[in-house]
């Protein structure tokens, strides 16, 4: 994992915070690709900065209007390595709240994820759960349950949702398509946590005042160029390194569904396809 308690000097024009990080792609191309994920069968989904900001902008809306999610609500997102997980976690931070990424190893859409496996990690108390899982919504508790379908054109959920969850699939698309934030996270307020043991430091969460700054710090440990294409490779621990950095850098991220199951020319193959590092 790349240290994420460094003071890298801030570029100059870095925003501060994640709604403006989003705005500043948009002036940088507005159609340049920011997300790319590589699904099961060959699915592959792209996101430009202008449809990125919107999904994350109809996100945000829900987050605030149905879930009323704000600066230290804390939301889990026990989601596989998708593209609506990255939306996800981008909405949280828009709107000021803790992300809760669960912790769990690195795997394939069956069997866990990179970044919030289902199962033994997903915290108790959130005060919104999001999950593709049935089983892992049904211990949201006292809080909302946001069920979200993983097809990339799934209007709804479909017959399976679990009673009382939220339909992300239908009801995010009634959302606006602009997110103006009601109330901004304070710094000292927690912007990300990662129970089971993978805090990004022991006993710390991440908090809004740092987390531009992780992410720029992380981006110079890595040697992120400028437009980097980045394949994101790690666990819930790298979600900044992984996830943050390349837009900082005004770069694009790359997700695949099962990465480890990847062959070396598969890989290789991938890489060279999307020009990615």
Known sequence: MASLTGSAPLPAGTPRDVPALLRRLLDDDPGRPRL?????GGERV???AKALDNWVAKTANLLVNELDAGPGS??????PTHWRLVCWLLATWSVGACAVLPGGSAGGSSGGS???????????GADVLVSADPA????????????????????????GLPPGAIDA????????????????????????????GLQLRPGEQLRY???IDAAVQAAADAGMPARVRHLARGGPQDAVADLLA??????SVLLHHDLPALTPDDLTHLLAQERAT
């Open 246 to 251: 390349p837009l900082v850098r005004l770069g």
């Open 169 to 196: 699939a239908s009801d995010i698309r009634a959302q606006g398509d602009v997110f103006v934030p009601p109330v901004l996270p304070v710094p000292g307020d927690p912007a990300l946590d990662l129970p089971g």
């Open 136 to 159: 892992v919504l049904a211990t949201a508790g006292t809080g909302y349950a946001v069920a979200v379908a993983l097809p990339a054109l799934a209007a709804n959920y479909g017959p």
């Open 209 to 211: 005042g740092e987390l």
């Open 114 to 124: 990179a970044y919030g496996a289902p199962g033994a990690g997903t915290p108790p």
């Open 74 to 79: 804390r939301v889990a997102i026990a989601l």
């Open 36 to 40: 790319t994920w590589y699904g099961p």
């Open 46 to 48: 792209e996101l430009s």
